[in-house]
């Protein structure tokens, strides 16, 4: 069974900083691509940033330059580092990723259950 596990959300001020790990099991992520999504109530779901397994990275205009996601392939985690948090930045954030048939059993989408990050004064 493929889990997803986010941790490290929670409340930060305007300017502040978080970081959100995710942690998975059930399945190797080493070449898979990973995804950090948010969603608000206000808005639809959106990626925030991908790590490839090639270790390249894609953010969404609105954080690229606040926000840097990382992989440690050893430990089967992804994280995101999160500064100058704006209040437009709080959201459920998701942990997300799909298999590939060049690499795994399926290509089913897994998801975590997410972890609320507030930004507010």
């Known amino acids: 069974q493929v889990q997803l596990v986010e941790s490290g959300g929670g409340l930060a001020q305007p300017g502040g900083s978080l970081r959100l790990s995710c942690t998975v099991s059930?399945?190797?992520?080493?070449?898979?691509?990973m995804d950090w999504y948010r969603q608000s109530p206000e808005k639809q779901r959106e990626r925030v940033a991908r790590v490839t397994g090639d270790n390249y990275s894609h953010y969404t205009d609105s954080v690229k330059g606040r926000f840097t996601i990382s992989r440690d392939n050893a430990k089967n985690s992804i994280y995101l580092e999160m500064n100058l948090l704006k209040p437009e930045d709080t959201a459920v954030y998701y942990c997300h990723t799909q298999g590939d048939l060049r690499y795994t059993p399926n290509d089913d989408e897994y998801w975590g259950q997410g972890t609320q990050v507030t930004v507010s004064s």
């Open positions: 059930g399945i190797d992520i080493t070449r898979l691509a």
